[in-house]
């Protein structure tokens, strides 16, 4: 049976609630033929704005074709490029024959190739030869703007999790490259390769475009805002009606506050609701969710925690009371940090471990909003 809490997979269409605004933002970002990054924690709903972006372009008549590279398991310079080439390859051609003759003709004097053999065991669209260099890296980055100048098609090409790039040894080699084909985007052409970059760990987003500046104004940043409670509440009330159900709207906005209007939780916390009653949605069912959302997570909750130093805790106490001057004598002194010296550090490792961001104003944000509630309600036992 169709649900409209949906939480395994992206949502658009009807199943698609607020940010409209965002969606407007980065349809014209993408007609305009802009490059975007979008960084936000995981499961904020960044897929679902972009896909919802791309299905009304396509319902007001666009054409282009899409091509998207997940990165999230990329450990390897050469891996990163065939799998890139593989996405561009597969969006614009469907048959090996045209497969080889792209390859062929716009990677010609580099290290890709069309291997046939690999393309019958394992369905490698995109191979290599030998290792590969800078010249190869920055011709295949340049293939999407050829094939799009070439078909008279507009392409997007999605990097998922591109943080993880980090992880590669020669990433600052793989991010020149990519440079230098974005200073070459002329936007006056009528077919190009528009990029649109995505990350879900924060703090490493901001340190590759923020701190380091790679790519800079290369790109436009596209923050998400948050979706109204009212909308996300009629949402969650339309959504049992269909079902015969009935839920308060204050129960339901508690549960918005709670999950901090994060639709992954909510639309997961919501199914749970549903699966336990037939018919009026009472705090007892509430709760009972919580609990059974809570135990899913707990196992998580305990890693994170257990990976923590003690003035690491003392830090996440004190963000949990509101503090926000960790650096003076008063905060150091009660939560025992010891100096102002070891402050940043201790925030520092919070901010690689993706527990908590800060934002401009220097104010601290604990990413997770389940994290948050369990550790106020369950580790450090509040009321």
């Known amino acids: 049976m169709e649900t409209p809490f949906v939480y395994d997979k992206y949502v658009t269409d009807r199943n698609f609630i607020g940010r409209k605004?965002?969606?407007?933002?980065?349809?014209?970002?993408?007609?305009?033929?802009?490059?975007?990054?979008?960084?936000?924690?995981?499961?904020?709903?960044?897929?679902?704005?972009?896909?919802?972006?791309?299905?009304?372009?396509?319902?007001?008549?666009?054409?282009?074709a899409v091509g998207q590279a997940d990165i999230f398991n990329v450990r390897e310079k050469n891996r990163f490029m065939t799998k890139f080439g593989t996405a561009v390859i597969r969006a614009t051609a469907t048959t090996p024959a045209e497969y080889e003759d792209l390859i062929s003709r716009h990677l010609a004097g580099t290290h890709f190739v069309f291997d046939r053999q690999r393309f019958s065991s394992c369905e490698e669209v995109v191979s290599l030869n030998w290792d590969i260099d800078m010249?190869?890296?920055?011709?295949?980055?340049?293939?999407?703007?050829?094939?799009?100048?070439?078909?008279?098609?507009?392409?997007?090409?999605?990097?998922?999790?591109?943080?993880?790039?980090?992880?590669i040894p020669e990433h600052e080699e793989i991010f020149r490259a990519l440079e230098t084909v974005l200073s070459e985007k002329d936007r006056s052409l009528p077919y190009c390769c528009t990029y649109i970059i995505t990350g879900?760990?924060?703090?490493?987003?901001?340190?590759?475009?923020?701190?380091?500046?790679?790519f800079y104004r290369m790109t436009e940043h596209l923050p998400l805002h948050p979706i109204d409670e009212k909308e996300i509440v009629e949402h969650i009330v339309r959504g049992f009606l269909i079902g015969g159900k009935v839920i308060d709207r204050d129960l339901a906005a508690g549960a918005v506050a709670l999950f901090r209007s994060n639709m992954w939780y909510l639309n997961h916390f919501i199914s749970i609701c549903d699966s336990l009653s037939k018919g009026f949605m009472n705090e007892g069912i509430l709760m009972e969710a919580l609990r059974i959302i809570l135990s899913i997570h707990e196992p998580r909750f305990f890693a994170i925690?257990?990976?923590?130093?003690?003035?690491?805790?003392?830090l996440l106490k004190a963000i949990l009371d509101g503090e926000t001057r960790f650096s003076s004598t008063d905060v150091i002194e009660k939560y025992g940090l010891n100096s102002s010296a070891n402050v940043r550090r201790v925030k520092d490792a919070l901010k690689k471990k993706e527990i908590?961001?800060?934002?401009?104003?220097?104010?601290?944000?604990?990413?997770?909003?389940?994290?948050?509630?369990?550790?106020?309600?369950?580790?450090?036992?509040?009321?």
Not at 155 to 164: K, R
Not at 305 to 314: A, G, K, R
Request: aromatic letters at 12%; charged letters at 30%.
């Open 21 to 64: 605004t965002d969606c407007n933002i980065l349809r014209n970002l993408l007609t305009e033929k802009e490059d975007v990054t979008i960084y936000e924690p995981p499961k904020s709903g960044k897929m679902s704005v972009i896909q919802q972006a791309l299905f009304n372009m396509r319902i007001a008549g666009g054409r282009f």
């Open 135 to 167: 010249e190869d890296m920055t011709a295949m980055f340049r293939l999407p703007q050829k094939i799009a100048e070439e078909k008279g098609i507009q392409i997007y090409m999605i990097l998922e999790e591109f943080q993880n790039l980090m992880f």
């Open 305 to 314: 925690t257990n990976n923590l130093t003690d003035h690491q805790m003392s």
């Open 356 to 383: 908590v961001t800060f934002n401009e104003k220097d104010e601290p944000v604990i990413l997770d909003p389940l994290f948050r509630y369990w550790l106020e309600k369950h580790y450090f036992e509040r009321q």
């Open 200 to 214: 879900s760990m924060l703090n490493a987003m901001k340190y590759i475009f923020e701190e380091k500046k790679w």
